[in-house]
């Protein structure tokens, strides 16, 4: 078909005055004189007392920091800068049921906010799982209807969840709480084709942002619809869900949660190797491994895999985060495969690395699922096997390890450390102590 | 159906600490660790440095007015502020093509960032009219398909309407402004279950933000797709698209103009009955009426407007805008239905109107449209008729005329004046002149 975006974005650029013939010019006249005397005559309705309010608030106040650049900024733009930063590496939390990125969004609107509002970690705590119990149930009620219609929960359900966060950290009542539900739900964006460029860590940001412009403008008396999500042409009926409500996105609200079933990234490579690494790290627990000895590791994983990360010699940083063999050598090593760093060019042209990468198979079953793996190494006599499932439920203790190890790789420990004493200490610790740690 | 948006939003309001289990607040704990490490890894790279770029430079300086309120904020704020200003009266121009208001977002977006920018009211005029054509063609193409699916055209054609015309006032190149549009394909949103509500005037203060917020990403590097919109998945197929592209939308781009095909507004009443009193105009202008004398005036209309418009003894001001019948004595006493002021509780007591306006019949009539309408005015032997047609072509020196007299009653005659004047010296002049009229 034809190509909409270039069409239009060309000749966008390229018209120049003498392009438009004197209708054209007519007609544009005729509608900003026309526009002048309507917005001049409509500044005085509430809807342009109250968004006027909300942006002039904004300015020369500083309201909360970037943690990129330490900057102060708008609430709006910190939580646009931090939402798209936290998301950026495509490495922070997931929910199978939000079907998305939960904390992505609902933690930098409640950095941000909080920040501005000079809030306590025990409000951001209580504002935050607020936020991520609530855009975990919507993001399940939209499902992947929503999902395969071709939008994104983490930019949807993530405005609904921050528009949670940014309400109780406001103090919002209960009538301007729901109404703020109502306002974000014609402002909620996100599209899945943007994956693979920034669109999709922006998706982030846009909602941690939109929950806060909704939040305040409800605060400040703009009315939306209080059945805005679920009314005819509605969020919902217009984005592509199915007019199921699953009954666990419903049911025992208050009592259950299903934030709770929340899954981790803990190597910092493509997903499709995480299976396996687990396996690996668990028999690394329980055995010494020389590799020296190894004679041969073989991954057994689900076919859709090998089309995506099973580059056999990568010979770049990138390449070796789509590559079982490397990085079943990078483990066996004891490189840490949850940092960042450990992926670079070096590392594919190791000598020891190259070697036992050589050593591995990989052979695609059709039994096991996309978050299943089985392994085996072979050292001698002994052959040595595992199998791991990513939606297995993991030990308390060994999440709590896995993820303070995680934090301290990127971090560095005293960080690490240091973030988890203030949400520890969550009375005495403000907002901005945390801020302070992202920051420095 | 449950109500969700009351579900969720009582429960957001509800929630305390004690409200979450233990397990609850280990995840909590759990995620905020784990995004740090994540987002603090994330800060270097491009996607962060770039909206944290877009959002610092907002902060601190002045970049643009809020019509409102005079303030100086971001040129992202104004354009979001004066965007629901210029919409908040639906008095705004409409376009049957674009199917909504083109000028409601592209407008505040080339005042924002034109007075941010320093620009010339020639460069105004230049992104303005580019924008204005590109969402008017952009709007038919989504066309009534995506209306009807619940879309607002208003806000999501208006979005890549705006992002042209921000694209052109910062100079961006081809390819920038290609992917500027490919950005704002993620960001665009606007549903009509809003209508009714302050959410409409929203939609144009959104999209005029949009576009800001795109094209600025886009100048600073941030990289989208370049086929935003028509991509599988993009813009066109998740929002209610029917897959035709209307030959108008896309053919002699350039060369011929669809947007001067945009109607007005020029009474500040209910718009099923701005045909009628077109029509009452064309006989005042050539027959004196005599209130007293008249015996009788015959309006025929379309049968759907009856149940919007027919008030028979409207009590109040926002009543006589929905009256056939008294805004019919209005105009015949002379009073100005361009003017908001003139519909106010006082004039539905006057005992002159209210005379006139026992003399109107309304009569149903199936075979006008509803754009059609039919008078006719008994006074002594003579009966005098007329009929109009909202969709006919009006001669440019009328239209010029009734525009000229609507912003003088909605400005003042010299605001008016003064506006048209720096439209025509577009060299000389500079976007901030411009704001100035506005503002004072």
Redesign the interface.
């Known amino acids: ?17 003498d ?3 004197d ?34 608030e ?3 106040v ?1 309201q909360a920091r ?4 330490g ?4 609430a709006r ?2 939580a ?3 939402g ?6 495509d ?3 997931t929910h199978f049921l939000f079907v998305g990125h ?3 969004s609902a ?1 930098p609107t409640a950095l941000a906010l909080g920040e501005e509002l000079n809030s306590s970690i ?1 409000e951001l ?2 504002a ?7 855009s975990t ?2 993001g399940h ?1 939209l499902g992947y209807s929503h999902y395969n ?3 994104h929960q983490t ?1 949807t359900s993530g405005s ?1 969840g921050s528009t ?1 966060v940014a ?2 950290l406001l103090g ?3 009538d301007q ?7 974000v ?10 994956f693979g ?3 999709k ?3 982030a ?2 909602a941690a942002s939109n929950g806060i412009e909704a939040a305040k ?1 409800s605060k400040l008396g ?17 984005h ?1 869900w199915d007019k199921k ?1 699953p009954p666990r996105a ?1 049911e025992n ?2 009592d259950d ?1 299903l ?2 079933e ?1 899954k ?1 990234k803990f190597h910092a490579c493509c997903h499709g190797l995480h299976s396996f690494l687990e396996a690996l790290d668990e028999l690394k627990q329980e055995n010494n491994f020389n590799p020296e000895t190894i004679e041969e590791i073989e991954i057994e994983t689900n076919p859709s895999w090998l089309k995506v990360c099973n580059i056999e010699e990568p010979k770049t940083g990138l390449e070796s985060k789509f590559s079982y063999k490397l990085t079943a050598a990078m483990s066996i090593y004891g490189k840490d495969t949850s940092n ?1 760093d450990t992926y670079n060019d070096e590392i594919c042209f190791d000598e020891n690395m190259q070697k036992m990468r050589d050593k591995v198979r990989v052979i695609p079953n059709e039994a096991l699922s996309n978050t299943q793996s089985k392994i085996s190494i072979k050292d001698g006599s002994s052959n040595i096997k595992n199998n791991h499932d990513l939606s297995d439920e993991i030990e ?1 203790n060994v ?2 390890t896995k ?2 190890n ?6 560095s420990k005293p ?2 450390d240091e ?2 004493k203030i ?2 200490s969550s009375k005495e610790n403000k907002v901005s102590s ?1 801020v302070d ?2 920051i420095k």
């Not at 078909?1 to 005055?17: A, D, E, R, V």
């Not at 007519?26 to 005559?41: E, N, R, T």
């Not at 900057?71 to 708008?74: A, D, Q, R």
């Not at 935050?128 to 609530?134: A, F, H, P, R, W």
Request: charged share 15%; proline share 2%.
């Open positions: 078909m034809t190509s909409i975006t270039k069409l239009f974005g060309s000749y966008g650029y390229n018209t120049k005055l392009s438009f013939n209708e054209m010019k007519f007609f544009g006249k005729m509608s900003i004189l026309d526009w002048c005397g309507v917005a001049y005559a409509g500044k005085t309705e509430p809807v342009s007392k109250i968004v006027a309010e909300m942006v002039k904004e300015n020369g500083n970037v943690i990129t650049s900057h102060n900024v708008s733009g910190a646009l800068a931090n798209a930063t936290g998301h950026a590496l490495y922070d939390d939960p904390t992505s933690l025990e705590l209580l935050y799982m607020t936020g991520v119990e609530v149930r919507i009620i219609a071709g939008f930019a609904f949670i309400s109780k919002l009542n209960e709480t729901i109404n703020a539900l109502g306002i739900s014609t402002r909620a964006s996100g599209i899945k084709s943007q460029t920034m669109g860590p922006y998706h940001g846009m403008l703009f009315i939306s619809r209080e059945d805005g999500i679920e009314c005819d042409q509605g969020f919902f009926q217009t592509g409500i419903i609200l208050g949660f934030f709770p929340i981790y960042l308390k999440l709590e993820i303070v995680k934090s301290s790789s990127l971090l960080k690490s973030i988890s949400l520890n945390l740690c992202l």
